[in-house]
Nanobody, 123 residues
Framework: QEQLVESGGGLVQAGGSLRLSCAAS????????MGWFRQAPGKEREFLVA????????DYADSVKGRFTISRDNAKNTVYLQMNSLKFEDTAVYYC????????????????WGQGTQVTVSS
């Protein structure tokens, strides 16, 4: 069964860092575009960034630019999101997603989704 599993979320103080991981299983996603999204309470899901299998990276959302970094290890079928200088407003459930199509910020283009991992930033 194809599955994306996020990990690495938790509670962190403002200014701190976390690294999220998204491990793929059941199939190889090495040639898929992998994206990170987040959804804060009461808000729509927000695209953050995506990475192609050749490590090409889309623009980051303005809200995280300069603080978050995406990377992937195709051999491990894993994509990462390094989050630095976390702010209270980064509190959200973070999702990874995969699409066989080109890099895109469009949520509907992603076929596979993880269950999400909660990130809570205390002010």
């Amino acid at each position: 069964q194809e599955q994306l599993v996020e990990s690495g979320g938790g509670l962190v103080q403002a200014g701190g860092s976390l690294r999220l991981s998204c491990a793929a299983s059941g199939r190889t996603f090495s040639r898929y575009v992998m994206g990170w999204f987040r959804q804060a309470p009461g808000k729509e899901r927000e695209f953050l960034v995506a990475i192609t299998w050749t490590h090409g990276i889309t623009d980051y959302a303005d809200s995280v630019k300069g603080r978050f970094t995406i990377s992937r290890d195709n051999a491990k079928n894993t994509v990462y999101l390094q989050m630095n200088s976390l702010k209270f407003e980064d509190t959200a459930v973070y999702y990874c997603a995969a699409t066989p199509r080109g890099p895109t910020y469009e949520e509907g283009s992603y076929d596979h989704w993880g269950q999400g991992t909660q990130v809570t930033v205390s002010s």
